[in-house]
């Protein structure tokens, strides 16, 4: 059912770069084969799953939205495709996204945009829009993203869909093709708070592969879901993140909620993180020059694309040829902005203060979390955005992660729940809580109460 309907909607909505209609339908099959037989199989076995482009699939190529991996087919999956795998999930199609998922609307692909379900001339989100589109027009049940500063929450929001980016180290970024490593955390993006735990619990655990991932033992997620109960929750509401430069729709939607929890009897408190006024600076330094270090290794001699200049040339010729060709502008600008960010005699300036900022925003959380057990937020400062608006303007693209990037830089799992169609425009809304590290069943807590 679910390729079929990609088959009848995908062409105007772009959410996949690659399906694979007989693979899917062979390994359903074989899942239903085994439940026949009478294996006892988890909950989630035979459900259909789409997988962000930015995720290594052995089956199927891989390209992170970048014409420098067109045609790859990775050799080895993430550990996040062997745990789906071996659980019976069935991968249908790798979805559309930002190249190297740097951006926030998907219209940074290589490939061409991902259109948003809701209104096809509008943005899916970014970088994740395939993997949001995906699950909000029904083409999949379930969807895997990454967010390095909002990129699956963001899209979320923009598409009436639900996604949570994990406690960094709770996922393995094992086979996770790395945008800023010290930020990257894979996730679930589906249509209920349920199925995104279910998601969860599968994917998430202590992966040798990843020397950050945390080997603690995690509570069922789906669990959190089930006995979801916010009394006496301390709910904090974070002051720079309510008001000045938020649509009046998602505020209204956003407050609304509010109201629903307070009912069901969770005590909202005002929180005041002072530093995030320095949060998209910092991140927007932090984040490049961590990407212009990851994307060393596409030199045209190890992966994909190699374009040889005319009439030859030496070993540094064929790899800056094969760069000019092979990253889009918005890869560019990041690997140059990154780049001088490290460099010496700006490194002190630059990239320190914005760790140091880091620290700052780290702190702010620390002393936050004493007041509430979780914070809250609208997700993004407005609901999804024409096609075109913003792609002249990287600046005004970057200011729309002000309210996703914090959590990134923290560390801290976050959730993007939706909470209805903005007044003024009908377009989704979606609310986002935060909590401590290591606490991401809070979050399912919190939103299995909404819903
Ligand atoms: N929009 C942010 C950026 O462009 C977030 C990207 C992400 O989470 N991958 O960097």
Redesign the pocket.
Known sequence: AHLDRIAAVDGEVHAFLHTAPDLSLATAAAIDQRRAAGESLHPLAGVPIAIKDVIVTNDMPTTSGSRILEGWIPPYDATVMTKLRAAGLVPIGKTNMDEF????STEHSAYGPTHNPWDLERIPG??GGGSAAAVASFEAPLALG??????IRQPAHVTGTVGVKPTYGGVSRYGAIA?ASSLDQIGPVSRTVLDSALLHDVIGGHDPRDSTSLTDEWPSMADAVRRADVKGLRIGVISQLDGQGFQTGVLERFREALDVLAAAGAEIVDVSLPSLEYAIAAYYLI?PAEASSNLAKFDSVRFGLRVNPPGGGTVEDVMSATREVGFGAEAKRRIILGTYALSAGYYDAYYGSAQKVRTLVQRDFEAAFGQADVLVSPTAPTTAFKLGQNTGDPMAMYLN?IATIPANLAGIPGISVPVGLAREDGLPVGIQFLAPARHDARLYNVGGALE
């Open positions: 998922a740097m951006g926030s970014g970088s990454s967010d390095t500063g909002g990129s945008l984040m992660d």
